[in-house]
């Protein structure tokens, strides 16, 4: 690999506006970047900090109302504002390629998935048909796809996500190109597959001489696959430096903050995440002085002054005022942490909610057609002490959503039994009385949408504490309950009289915990209640359901594709992959050999965050098995035997295909469903053969 | 609390609409059109220079009597003058008052339809779209079916069934209506329900797997709390738009109902009636025609223009800033 000097990309003071309300407001402002060949450089933000603007600025590309108001792209020593619409064609999905987060949106459904890629190769290098779709058939061998020559014929709507986004990168790539720019292009994906695509994004880019910039919201991935990273907030490059660096020691402090706010740098089980206060300003009301200073935990009178992005050394460059400080180590940019909510003690023997052997099958075909089952919940039984939390992880598909919409009665379990409280329950939501109702709560994954836009925030929560709430029925009761539900998620009494559209993401979701908490449940189901938030966002959800659990006297069930968010406030995590159950067990023993394979693979793909202590983060470990091939299998064609059987990297013969594998005890009540004894799987883990 | 509906019709969010809608210029021409012609439909009678029926006379035709009252022939075919703006018509009578008189008929009856046929297909919609299962199937083939057959000819067919029938029964709301009056409005009511059902239906099952459709039924609403409180906001904006345009085609009908002689009857100074009259004496006096016709033409492109920019300031849906 030779290094040149001159950058592939430079971008010098970039301002871009979108027009608002006949306004021109920068959506980003004065940006540096700079690319240099064979570089993979992250852009990091969350949302609404303008990094897929920024994207499409250099792609030439903007939406209609933004302009490219100020500022110069350069790629290849050239300008790109200066290049005719003829010239934008020889360099757009030539020179440069673009990698959506959609794939399915961005395949045409209607031809086939050679006919498209061909169509790349024919405009662009001016391949025949046959040569195009020969060389679309190796590019598409290059991203591991079983049978390419098939994929050729096949049309967008029969792969699956991952393929399908496999054929997007190959189509990208197909050109040779010098930069790729690749858009949140593993976010729609499952972890398992995400670490396959991230591995492959590495290896061809690296393998065609490529340069790119990768955006993405998750820090996990760009420290994955990034040799430098630039950190975007409101619009401008608050630091940029390369991954080592940039994770061993922020300098500036939104830096810091994001990366204190993931959950797998708690410290330990009973702290809190750090967070950042307040909100991300909007488009119409940027701050003038440093755009970070309302929020700065470090903020000095100086901040209202805009600070110059300055260089550092090399790559690394920073806006902020007090870096030296910070490099120095005099001063932590850090929020002071704050203790956890006292928690009294912890889960006690007491059961609050039994399931036993829950069963869901979805019929489908309609009234003229053959009924088929979708098995999305199979002989299901756990218990959920009170004042724990229960933490249920598995990819999309395995039919953890199912198991908590069964729960609370939204979909009608098939067989089954629910014990709340040492009473049994109906399963049938018509059936449920007012009490059943008041002591299980649900949380709904999209805040956004479980909220009526046409209801205030006090009649959503009023509603809630008249009819669940027997022992309050005067409207002084119910306002006087309301603000203590309020107060206790941390919104001031002026939220009860916003609607759903006056509320951001995060104050949503805090307004949806209200709503639960105001019925005060036994317990309450989460369905991923920090999936659809930021980072930073998610740090505070996260704080705000400990507190809650330490304040009321409820248990959790929370549901999450995520395991840091899992392990972060679990007891007791469950794994469930195709409606079954495939380890249950205390947190600290889940996440520790022997595990399950399944649980060993998903720990595999969460991306590890070098925390300063580690040089170089690699994506597994020499002796580590590989990570997993394909998808999950349909629930429609679920595998015999193990389920897991089809992707399993300890796959021991016959035994799993045709045999359901014994659930083996191990200590404090642990269980794995395995052919593998424990014993074995323990020394496979550690790594001890 | 603040109810739903009383969110959805607020002060604040109809002065918003109505602050979208004048800022869109297609609209505001529709707003100002139809709010003109309800206030002829309202005022036009009080404003009118004379009766509908009246015969105006012909000053240069006047007798002197014996008697000494002066009797006149009446003024047939005038074209437009300052005495008579739009002329007369082959019987003498001011085209301008029977147009101002006409509105009442002409508005009124597609209103009055209208507004059934919007709350019967709102209720229908609502229950179908959120029961599902075997009434909708029922129903909804049911609605297919009607909305199978051409709706003039069902609307030709029904009125002269319940027309005379109705004629036949002795009441006193029937007798002060008009017999015609009332079948046409249950014809109307009886075509665009269905019409109205589907829109809602088709709104409701867009709402009905929602988080807070789901998250009211995990308190325990009733179905009357959930299609009325939690659904029927987010229906109501295309269930405006629909009634704009079911108003707009009751309009026709109505009108092509009087122009084939099955509406109104004579004297009515319905438009529909109107051009009917009006199309013999074509060639004497075109104005007798053109003015009808203008008047109902003017009404439904300002009506369509008005759904049209209804459409499109609603479909933003909520918006409380």
Same mark, same amino acid.
């Given at each position: 690999m030779t290094e040149t000097q001159e950058p592939l990309l430079c971008v010098e003071g970039l301002t871009i506006e979108y027009q608002i309300a006949h306004q021109w407001q920068p959506a980003i402002h004065d940006v540096h970047l700079s690319i240099m060949p064979?570089?993979? /450089?992250?852009?990091? $933000?969350?949302?609404?900090?303008?990094?897929?603007?920024?994207?499409?600025?250099?792609?030439?590309? #903007?939406?209609?109302?933004?302009? /490219?108001?100020?500022?110069?792209?350069?790629?290849?020593?050239?300008?790109?504002?200066?290049?005719?619409?003829?010239?934008?064609?020889?360099?757009?999905? /030539?020179?440069?390629?673009?990698?959506?987060?959609?794939?399915?949106?961005?395949?045409?459904?209607? #031809?086939?998935?050679?006919?498209?890629?061909?169509?790349?190769?024919?405009?662009?290098?001016?391949?025949?048909?046959?040569?195009?779709?020969?060389?679309?058939?190796?590019?598409?061998?290059?991203?591991?796809?079983?049978?390419?020559?098939?994929?050729?014929?096949?049309?967008?709507?029969?792969?699956?996500?991952?393929?399908?986004?496999?054929?997007?990168?190959?189509?990208?790539?197909?050109?040779?190109?010098?930069?790729?720019?690749?858009?949140?292009?593993?976010?729609?994906?499952?972890?398992?597959?995400?670490?396959?695509?991230?591995?492959?994004?590495?290896?061809?880019?690296?393998?065609?001489?490529?340069?790119?910039?990768?955006?993405?919201?998750?820090?996990?991935?760009?420290?994955?696959?990034?040799d430098t990273v630039t950190v975007l907030y409101a619009g401008e490059v608050m630091e940029t430096a390369s991954v080592q660096s940039l994770f061993a020691k922020p300098l500036h402090p939104y830096t810091s903050g994001l990366l204190a706010s993931l959950p797998s740098r708690a410290s330990g089980d009973q702290s809190r995440l750090a967070t950042i206060k307040g909100a991300a300003p909007s488009l119409v009301d940027r701050p003038t002085g440093c755009v970070f200073a309302?929020?700065?935990?470090?903020?000095?009178?100086?901040?209202?002054?805009?600070?110059?992005?300055?260089?550092?050394?090399?790559?690394?460059?920073?806006?902020?005022?007090?870096?030296?400080?910070?490099?120095?180590?005099?001063?932590?940019?850090?929020?002071?942490?704050?203790?956890?909510?006292?928690?009294?003690?912890?889960?006690?023997?007491?059961?609050?909610?039994?399931?036993?052997? #829950?069963?869901?099958?979805?019929?489908?075909?309609?009234?003229?057609?053959?009924?088929? $089952?979708?098995?999305?919940?199979?002989?299901?039984?756990?218990?959920?002490?009170?004042?724990?939390?229960?933490?249920?992880?598995?990819?999309?598909?395995?039919?953890?959503?199912?198991?908590?919409?069964?729960?609370?009665? !939204?979909?009608?379990?098939?067989?089954?039994? !629910?014990?709340?409280?040492?009473?049994?329950?109906?399963?049938?939501?018509?059936h449920r009385d007012a009490s059943t109702l008041q002591n299980l709560r649900y949380v709904f994954q999209n805040p956004g949408d479980s909220l009526n836009p046409y209801h205030t925030v006090r009649s959503a929560i009023g509603r809630t504490i008249r009819h669940l709430r027997k022992d309050e029925h005067s409207t002084q009761d119910v306002e006087q309950t309301l603000q203590q539900v309020l107060t206790a998620v941390g919104l001031t009494s002026a939220y009860a009289d916003r609607y759903p559209s006056q509320l951001s993401g995060g104050e949503k979701q805090r307004v949806a915990l209200a709503r639960a908490f105001a019925a005060q449940p036994a317990l309450v189901l989460a369905d991923e209640p920090t999936s659809a938030l930021d980072v930073s966002v998610q740090a505070v959800i996260l704080n705000l359901l400990k507190d809650l659990r330490a304040q009321a006297d409820a248990s959790y069930i929370v549901i999450s594709?995520? !395991?840091?968010?899992?392990?972060?406030?679990?007891?007791?995590?469950?794994?469930?992959?195709?409606?079954?159950?495939?380890?249950?067990?205390?947190?600290?023993?889940?996440?520790?050999?022997?595990?399950?394979?399944?649980?060993?693979? !998903?720990?595999?793909?969460?991306?590890?965050?070098?925390?300063?202590?580690?040089?170089?983060?690699?994506?597994?470990?020499?002796?580590?098995?590989?990570?997993?091939?394909?998808?999950?299998?349909?629930?429609?064609?679920?595998?015999?035997?193990?389920?897991? /059987?089809?992707?399993?990297?300890?796959? #021991?013969?016959?035994?799993?295909?045709?045999?359901?594998?014994?659930?083996?005890?191990?200590?404090?009540?642990?269980?794995?469903?395995?052919?593998?004894?424990?014993?074995?799987?323990?020394?496979?883990?550690? $790594?001890?053969? | 609390m603040q109810t739903s509906l009383q969110q959805f019709?607020?002060?604040?969010?109809?002065?918003?609409?109505?602050?979208?809608?004048?800022?869109?210029?297609?609209?505001?021409?529709?707003?100002?059109?139809?709010?003109f012609y309800i206030g002829i439909a309202l005022f036009g009678p009080m404003l009118a220079p004379h009766n509908f029926a009246q015969v105006v006379?012909?000053?240069?035709?006047?007798?002197?009597?014996?008697?000494?009252?002066?009797?006149?022939?009446?003024?047939?075919?005038?074209?437009?003058?300052?005495?008579?703006?739009?002329?007369?018509?082959?019987?003498?009578?001011?085209?301008?008052?029977?147009?101002?008189?006409?509105?009442?008929?002409?508005?009124?009856?597609?209103?009055?339809?209208?507004?059934?046929?919007?709350?019967?297909?709102?209720?229908?919609?609502?229950? *179908?779209?959120?029961?599902?299962?075997?009434?909708?199937?029922?129903?909804?083939?049911? *609605?297919?079916?009607?909305?199978?057959?051409?709706?003039?000819?069902?609307?030709?067919?029904?009125?002269?069934?319940?027309?005379?029938s109705l004629a036949m029964i002795d009441s006193p709301i029937i007798q002060s209506l008009g017999s015609t009056s009332i079948a046409i409005i249950i014809v109307i009511t009886l075509l665009y329900t269905p019409i109205v059902a589907r829109v809602v239906r088709a709104a409701t099952l867009a709402l009905r797997d929602s988080g807070y459709v789901e998250a009211a039924k995990l308190r325990g609403e009733s179905t009357a709390y959930i299609l009325f409180r939690e659904i029927l906001p987010g229906v109501m904006p295309a269930l405006v738009v629909e009634g704009a345009l079911r108003f707009s085609y009751a309009i026709f009908l109505v009108t092509s109902l009087g122009f084939l002689g099955l509406g109104a009857q004579p004297p009515s100074p319905e438009w529909g009636r109107m051009v009917l009259d009006a199309r013999s004496n074509y060639a004497e006096a075109p104005w007798t025609l053109w003015t009808p016709v203008a008047a109902i033409a003017i009404l439904v492109i300002g009506v369509n223009l008005l759904s049209d920019g209804l459409q499109r300031v609603l479909r933003g849906g909520p918006d409380n800033d």
């Open positions: 064979h570089e993979i /450089h992250g852009l990091v $933000g969350e949302s609404g900090s303008g990094k897929s603007t920024l994207g499409a600025g250099i792609l030439g590309d #903007l939406p209609p109302l933004a302009r /490219h108001a100020d500022g110069h792209i350069f790629f290849e020593g050239r300008d790109l504002a200066t290049l005719t619409p003829a010239e934008w064609q020889m360099v757009r999905g /030539h020179r440069i390629a673009f990698v959506p987060q959609n794939p399915l949106e961005a395949l045409n459904p209607t #031809l086939t998935i050679g006919t498209q890629m061909a169509e790349v190769t024919r405009t662009h290098l001016g391949l025949s048909h046959k040569d195009a779709l020969k060389q679309a058939g190796e590019m598409l061998a290059q991203t591991n796809l079983p049978d390419p020559i098939a994929t050729l014929q096949r049309y967008p709507h029969q792969l699956s996500g991952g393929q399908q986004q496999r054929v997007m990168i190959a189509m990208a790539l197909s050109t040779r190109p010098r930069l790729l720019i690749l858009d949140e292009p593993t976010t729609a994906l499952d972890v398992t597959t995400r670490a396959v695509i991230l591995e492959l994004v590495r290896t061809l880019i690296r393998e065609k001489e490529a340069a790119a910039l990768y955006i993405s919201h998750d820090l996990g991935t760009i420290a994955q696959l990034c309302p929020r700065c935990p470090v903020v000095i009178d100086k901040c209202a002054e805009k600070p110059p992005l300055e260089r550092i050394e090399g790559q690394r460059s920073v806006r902020c005022w007090r870096w030296h400080e910070i490099a120095a180590g005099t001063l932590d940019p850090r929020q002071p942490a704050v203790p956890a909510a006292l928690e009294t003690t912890r889960s006690s023997d007491e059961v609050v909610l039994s399931v036993g052997h #829950l069963r869901k099958t979805y019929q489908d075909g309609g009234f003229w057609q053959s009924k088929s $089952g979708v098995q999305a919940v199979s002989d299901v039984s756990f218990n959920v002490p009170r004042r724990s939390t229960i933490g249920i992880v598995g990819e999309s598909g395995s039919g953890k959503t199912t198991l908590a919409r069964a729960i609370v009665a !939204l979909t009608e379990a098939d067989a089954g039994s !629910l014990t709340l409280l040492n009473q049994p329950i109906s399963l049938h939501l018509a594709h995520d !395991l840091d968010v899992i392990s972060y406030l679990a007891d007791w995590i469950i794994v469930l992959y195709l409606g079954e159950i495939m380890e249950q067990g205390p947190n600290s023993q889940v996440r520790h050999a022997p595990m399950h394979p399944y649980t060993e693979a !998903l720990l595999m793909s969460v991306p590890t965050i070098p925390d300063g202590t580690s040089s170089k983060t690699t994506l597994s470990a020499k002796d580590a098995p590989p990570l997993l091939q394909g998808d999950i299998p349909s629930p429609r064609h679920k595998p015999s035997g193990c389920p897991f /059987h089809t992707r399993c990297p300890r796959f #021991l013969g016959d035994i799993c295909v045709t045999q359901t594998p014994p659930v083996r005890a191990g200590e404090n009540g642990h269980e794995i469903c395995c052919h593998i004894p424990l014993d074995e799987l323990r020394t496979l883990q550690t $790594g001890g053969a | 019709f607020s002060v604040s969010r109809l002065s918003r609409t109505l602050r979208l809608l004048t800022a869109d210029r297609a609209a505001s021409v529709g707003l100002v059109v139809v709010l006379d012909d000053p240069a035709k006047c007798l002197t009597r014996s008697s000494g009252d002066v009797r006149c022939a009446a003024l047939k075919n005038a074209p437009p003058s300052s005495a008579n703006p739009l002329g007369t018509d082959r019987n003498g009578r001011d085209m301008l008052s029977r147009l101002l008189y006409g509105g009442r008929e002409t508005l009124g009856l597609p209103a009055v339809a209208t507004f059934f046929a919007v709350m019967l297909g709102m209720a229908l919609g609502l229950y *179908i779209g959120y029961v599902g299962g075997w009434p909708d199937e029922i129903l909804s083939r049911l *609605i297919d079916s009607l909305l199978a057959i051409p709706a003039l000819i069902l609307a030709l067919v029904t009125l002269a069934t319940l027309a005379p």
